[in-house]
C-alpha cells in the first residue's frame, strides 16, 4: 500500500464536529484525502478514548479519534449512564484529568441551569441528587465538558474527530500494525489511518479480532483462572447482560402513556430462567445482586418518593428555581431493563441488530408497564405522567444512542488480573487471613475501587455481586502477548470475566485510556515499546514519575473494602 504522508496534526474545529449529524457531514465533506496519518490513531471515542486522546495530546503528539455514534462520551453520554464511582471520589482515587471532568460538570450547571442560591453554594453539587452517584448528571452537559476539554486541540489541528466512523480491516505486518481502513457510516466512504501506535477504546474491542490480537470473550474456565464461581469449561457465549437506556420525567395529573409496544406480549409475561432464581416475572420485583434473594421493587416518581425513580435521578427541579421545571427526570438502567437473552459480541451482525432491537423493546415495554400497569403506593395504577425524554439521549425514539456494554472483548495480555488478586474473601482464602489489600501490582498506572459487579447474563447465571478492595491498574494488562502497537483503552485489557466487573466503571475506564495514551506517546518519544518499559525497572520508574507528575493516581492509601 503506498503511505501518504497527510499531515501529522490534521484537525478540524471540534464544536462543528460533535453537533448534529448534518454538521458533522458538512465538515467532513471538504475532507477528501484517503490516507490520514497521525502519531496515534484511537478507536471509540467513550470515556477511554477521550482520555487517552488528552493524554497523548498533552504529549504534544497528533491524534486521530474514531467514534461510531455522533456523540463522544460513551457510558457517560452515548449509553446514558451516570458515573458508578467508589466513596471516596471527592478526595482521591481518580486521576486529576477525570477530577477535573467532574468539577465542569458542576461548574456547567452552575454557569447555564436556574439553580436555587442554595444549590448553587453547594461545594459537591450533585444536580441530580440520585442515589448512584454523587454527580448525577445529564448525558449532554458532559457531552459539553468532554467537548469543551478537547476543543483547544481541534483549534490547534493537532487533533481530528471522525464521528459515525468505525474500524472494518486492519493490515498487520511482522507483529506490528500498519494501517487500519475505517468505514464512513453513512455515506460508504472509507479511509485508511497510519500511525505508530494504534488504540482499540472501542465498547466491544471491536479492534482486537481485526488485527488479529489474541483475545478471549465470555466466561473462562476455572482451571485457567482459578476464580471459584467460574464454570468448568470455556463458556465464550456467556456473557454479561446489556441494556438500552431511556431518559424519563414525571409530570402529575398528566397522560404521556405510549402506544403499546410491538413485544409487550412477551415481555409483559417473560419469566427470566436464572440461576439462582428471578423471583417471578420480569416486570416486578427482582434479585439482590449480594443476597440474591427476592427484592421489592419499589418506584415512585412523584416528589419525596422512594425507590428506583431516585437512583439514577439526573434532574432535580426542587435544586431549580421554582417554576423552571414541572418535574425531576431520571435514567432508567434496572434489573428490569437488562436483555440477556442474546449477545452482540462472536454473532453475526444481523444477529446482534436482532437482540439490540428486542432490547429497546423491552426497555419500551418496561415503560408502558410503568405507566398503565405497576401497582402504585397509593393503590392505583400505573403512573401515566411519566414522559419518554428522546430530546435528553439526542434520539428519534427515546432510548439511548448506544447500547451500554457491560463486557467487552478482552486481550490476553502479558497479565491478567484475576479473583483473588482484587476480590475481598478470595485475597482472605489466599492469604489466610481477615485483613487484607489487593496485590500490590509494581508496575501499577492507576487505581480503581468498585464492587465486582456482574448483572445476569447470557448463558444463564444470576448476578455476581461481591466485595472487593481498592485495587491498581497493572501495566502489563495494557499489554497484548504478541502485538507490539496496539494498546487497549478501555475494558477491554487484561481482566476475566468476573474482574471486568469491577474494571469496567467510568473513573476506572478513563484510567485505562489515559494510561494507554500516555504510553503510547511515551514509547513515540524514547523509541521503546511498551514492553520493554514494563520489563525495565528504570524505564518502569521512568514512565511512572511521568504519569504522577501529570496528576496519575498509581497508588492507594490504607482503605476499608468495599
Same mark, same amino acid.
Given at each position: 500500500?503506498?503511505?501518504?504522508?497527510?499531515?501529522?496534526?490534521?484537525?478540524?474545529?471540534?464544536a462543528?464536529?460533535?453537533?448534529?449529524?448534518?454538521?458533522?457531514?458538512s465538515?467532513?465533506?471538504?475532507?477528501?484525502?484517503?490516507?490520514?496519518?497521525?502519531?496515534?490513531?484511537?478507536?471509540? @471515542?467513550?470515556?477511554?478514548g477521550?482520555?487517552?486522546?488528552?493524554?497523548?495530546?498533552r504529549?504534544?503528539?497528533?491524534?486521530v479519534?474514531?467514534?461510531?455514534?455522533?456523540?463522544? @462520551?460513551?457510558?457517560? =453520554?452515548?449509553?446514558a449512564?451516570?458515573p458508578d464511582?467508589?466513596?471516596w471520589?471527592?478526595?482521591f482515587?481518580?486521576?486529576?484529568?477525570?477530577?477535573?471532568?467532574?468539577?465542569e460538570?458542576? *461548574?456547567?450547571?452552575?454557569?447555564?441551569y436556574?439553580?436555587?442560591?442554595?444549590?448553587?453554594l453547594?461545594?459537591n453539587?450533585n444536580?441530580?441528587?440520585?442515589?448512584?452517584?454523587?454527580l448525577?448528571?445529564?448525558?449532554?452537559?458532559a457531552?459539553?465538558?468532554? =467537548?469543551?476539554?478537547?476543543?483547544?486541540?481541534?483549534?490547534?489541528r493537532?487533533?481530528?474527530?471522525l464521528?459515525?466512523?468505525?474500524?472494518v480491516?486492519?493490515?498487520?505486518?511482522?507483529?506490528?500494525?500498519q494501517?487500519?481502513?475505517?468505514?464512513?457510516?453513512?455515506?460508504?466512504?472509507?479511509?485508511?489511518?497510519?500511525?505508530?501506535?494504534?488504540?482499540?477504546?472501542?465498547?466491544?474491542?471491536?479492534l482486537?479480532?481485526?488485527? +488479529?490480537?489474541?483475545?478471549?470473550?465470555?466466561?473462562?474456565p476455572?482451571?485457567?483462572t482459578g476464580?471459584?464461581?467460574?464454570?468448568? &469449561?470455556? *463458556?465464550?457465549?456467556?456473557?454479561?447482560?446489556?441494556?438500552?437506556?431511556?431518559?424519563?420525567?414525571?409530570?402529575?395529573?398528566?397522560?404521556?402513556?405510549?402506544d403499546?409496544?410491538?413485544e409487550? $406480549?412477551?415481555?409483559?409475561?417473560?419469566?427470566?430462567?436464572?440461576?439462582?432464581?428471578?423471583?417471578?416475572?420480569?416486570?416486578?420485583?427482582?434479585t439482590?445482586?449480594?443476597?440474591l434473594?427476592?427484592?421489592?421493587?419499589?418506584f415512585?416518581?412523584?416528589?419525596? +418518593?422512594?425507590?428506583?425513580?431516585?437512583?439514577?435521578?439526573? /434532574?432535580?427541579?426542587k435544586?431549580?428555581?421554582?417554576?423552571?421545571?414541572?418535574g425531576?427526570?431520571?435514567l432508567? &438502567?434496572?434489573?428490569?431493563?437488562?436483555?440477556?437473552?442474546?449477545?452482540?459480541?462472536?454473532?453475526?451482525?444481523?444477529?446482534?441488530?436482532?437482540?439490540?432491537?428486542?432490547?429497546?423493546?423491552?426497555?419500551?415495554c418496561?415503560?408502558?408497564?410503568l405507566?398503565?400497569?405497576?401497582?402504585r403506593?397509593?393503590?392505583?395504577?400505573?403512573?401515566?405522567?411519566?414522559?419518554?425524554?428522546?430530546?435528553?439521549?439526542?434520539?428519534?425514539?427515546g432510548l439511548?444512542?448506544?447500547?451500554?456494554?457491560?463486557?467487552?472483548?478482552?486481550i490476553?495480555?502479558?497479565?491478567?488480573?484475576?479473583?483473588?488478586?482484587?476480590?475481598?474473601?478470595?485475597?482472605?482464602?489466599?492469604? +489466610?487471613?481477615?485483613d487484607?489489600e489487593a496485590?500490590k501490582?509494581?508496575?501499577?498506572?492507576?487505581?480503581?475501587?468498585?464492587?465486582?459487579?456482574?448483572?445476569p447474563?447470557?448463558?444463564?447465571? $444470576?448476578?455476581?455481586?461481591?466485595?472487593?478492595?481498592?485495587?491498581?491498574?497493572?501495566?502489563?494488562?495494557?499489554?497484548?502477548?504478541?502485538v507490539?502497537?496496539?494498546?487497549?483503552?478501555?475494558?477491554? /485489557?487484561?481482566v476475566?470475566?468476573? =474482574?471486568?466487573?469491577?474494571?469496567?466503571?467510568?473513573?476506572?475506564?478513563? @484510567?485505562? @485510556?489515559?494510561?494507554?495514551?500516555a504510553l503510547?506517546?511515551?514509547?513515540?518519544?524514547?523509541?521503546?515499546?511498551?514492553?520493554?518499559?514494563?520489563?525495565?525497572?528504570?524505564?518502569?520508574?521512568?514512565? *511512572?514519575?511521568?504519569?504522577?507528575?501529570?496528576g496519575?493516581?498509581?497508588?492507594?492509601?490504607?482503605?476499608?473494602?468495599?
Open positions: 500500500m503506498k503511505r501518504r504522508q497527510f499531515l501529522e496534526g490534521c484537525g478540524f474545529g471540534l462543528g464536529m460533535l453537533t448534529a449529524s448534518t454538521g458533522v457531514s465538515a467532513l465533506a471538504t475532507f477528501s484525502k484517503k490516507e490520514i496519518q497521525a502519531d496515534v490513531v484511537i478507536f471509540g @471515542g467513550g470515556l477511554g477521550v482520555a487517552a486522546a488528552l493524554a497523548a495530546l504529549a504534544g503528539k497528533s491524534v479519534m474514531t467514534e461510531p455514534t455522533d456523540w463522544i @462520551g460513551g457510558q457517560l =453520554t452515548q449509553q449512564v451516570p464511582e467508589h466513596p471520589i471527592e478526595m482515587g481518580a486521576n486529576a484529568s477525570y477530577l477535573r471532568m467532574r468539577k460538570i458542576r *461548574q456547567y450547571y452552575r454557569d447555564h436556574p439553580l436555587t442560591a442554595s444549590a448553587r453547594e461545594r453539587l444536580p441530580g441528587n440520585g442515589n448512584v452517584s454523587r448525577c448528571h445529564e448525558p449532554r452537559v457531552l459539553a465538558v468532554l =467537548t469543551s476539554m478537547l476543543a483547544p486541540y481541534a483549534s490547534s493537532k487533533l481530528l474527530i464521528l459515525e466512523h468505525a474500524p480491516a486492519a493490515e498487520v505486518q511482522a507483529d506490528k500494525v494501517c487500519v481502513t475505517v468505514k464512513d457510516l453513512r455515506s460508504g466512504d472509507q479511509r485508511t489511518l497510519l500511525a505508530p501506535y494504534f488504540l482499540d477504546a472501542t465498547e466491544m474491542g471491536e482486537l479480532p481485526l488485527a +488479529g490480537v489474541e483475545h478471549v470473550i465470555g466466561f473462562e476455572r482451571s485457567e476464580e471459584r464461581k467460574a464454570p468448568e &469449561n470455556y *463458556q465464550p457465549e456467556n456473557q454479561q447482560s446489556f441494556t438500552c437506556c431511556f431518559a424519563a420525567d414525571y409530570l402529575e395529573g398528566e397522560d404521556h402513556t405510549i403499546r409496544p410491538a409487550w $406480549n412477551f415481555w409483559s409475561q417473560y419469566k427470566p430462567a436464572l440461576n439462582p432464581a428471578w423471583p417471578g416475572l420480569m416486570f416486578g420485583d427482582a439482590d445482586p449480594v443476597s434473594q427476592p427484592r421489592k421493587f419499589t415512585d416518581p412523584r416528589d419525596n +418518593g422512594a425507590g428506583f425513580f431516585n437512583y439514577r435521578k439526573i /434532574l432535580d427541579h435544586k431549580h428555581v421554582e417554576g423552571a421545571f414541572s425531576s427526570m431520571t432508567i &438502567n434496572w434489573p428490569q431493563n437488562d436483555y440477556w437473552l442474546g449477545n452482540l459480541i462472536g454473532v453475526t451482525p444481523e444477529e446482534a441488530d436482532t437482540h439490540i432491537a428486542r432490547a429497546k423493546q423491552l426497555s419500551l418496561l415503560l408502558y408497564w405507566q398503565t400497569e405497576f401497582p403506593p397509593d393503590g392505583g395504577t400505573g403512573f401515566k405522567g411519566l414522559r419518554l425524554r428522546p430530546d435528553v439521549v439526542g434520539t428519534a425514539d439511548a444512542k448506544h447500547p451500554y456494554i457491560r463486557e467487552s472483548r478482552r490476553k495480555a502479558e497479565f491478567t488480573v484475576v479473583e483473588s488478586m482484587v476480590g475481598t474473601d478470595a485475597r482472605r482464602e489466599k492469604l +489466610g487471613k481477615q487484607v496485590e501490582f509494581a508496575d501499577s498506572v492507576g487505581v480503581g475501587s468498585y464492587r465486582i459487579d456482574l448483572h447474563s447470557s448463558g444463564g447465571d $444470576n448476578y455476581i455481586d461481591v466485595s472487593s478492595l481498592p485495587f491498581q491498574i497493572p501495566l502489563g494488562a495494557l499489554i497484548p502477548r504478541r507490539e502497537n496496539l494498546l487497549p483503552a478501555c475494558k477491554n /485489557l487484561g476475566t470475566h468476573i =474482574t471486568n466487573g469491577c474494571y469496567r466503571l467510568h473513573p476506572v475506564e478513563w @484510567g485505562i @485510556g489515559e494510561a494507554a495514551g503510547a506517546a511515551h514509547c513515540i518519544e524514547t523509541k521503546q515499546t511498551p514492553r520493554e518499559v514494563r520489563n525495565s525497572p528504570a524505564k518502569l520508574k521512568s514512565f *511512572q514519575d511521568r504519569l504522577v507528575s501529570q496519575f493516581e498509581i497508588d492507594w492509601p490504607k482503605l476499608s473494602p468495599r
